[in-house]
């Protein structure tokens, strides 16, 4: 059956996708604000106004969630790094591969709903070094 803009499917994936970063987002200035390991997933869930369980179903555990955080930010790099070793060594390439991670820094790691609530209070983003690069390449910071 098809909705408009997609399937079902593909309508579901997206609510997870959004729930994904939503428990990103609060885990995130949870950590930044209160540490790490102070940081229980149960208040990940309150904060979010879901259940522990519902928590459980995207990550069993803290460091799943901050593992998540560290692969996403770091995807789009990775990307870049693969798609430069196979191009020729030219300046055309060089500037291209500055070009793109240009766009990685922005795109990647948009200031998020945390990211600047944590800037008004601290006056910068103290999510994670590479947000804090994102949000000063942006001019966000």
Known sequence: MKRM????????????GDTRQRIQDVALELFAEQGYEKTSLREIAEHLDVT???LYYHFKTKEEI????????????EDLIEWGRDQPHTLE???EIVRRYGDALDGATPCSASCRRTRRRYGTC???SASRSACAASGRS
Do not use: N, W, Y
């Not at 997609?6 to 997870?16: E, I, L, N, P």
């Not at 901050?66 to 790099?77: A, M, R």
């Open 126 to 128: 103290a999510s994670a």
């Open 52 to 54: 522990k369980a519902a």
């Open 93 to 95: 390439t060089k500037q």
């Open 66 to 77: 901050l593992v998540s955080i560290f692969e996403d930010l770091t995807k789009p790099i």
């Open 5 to 16: 803009g997609g399937t079902m499917d593909g309508t579901k994936r997206q609510r997870r």
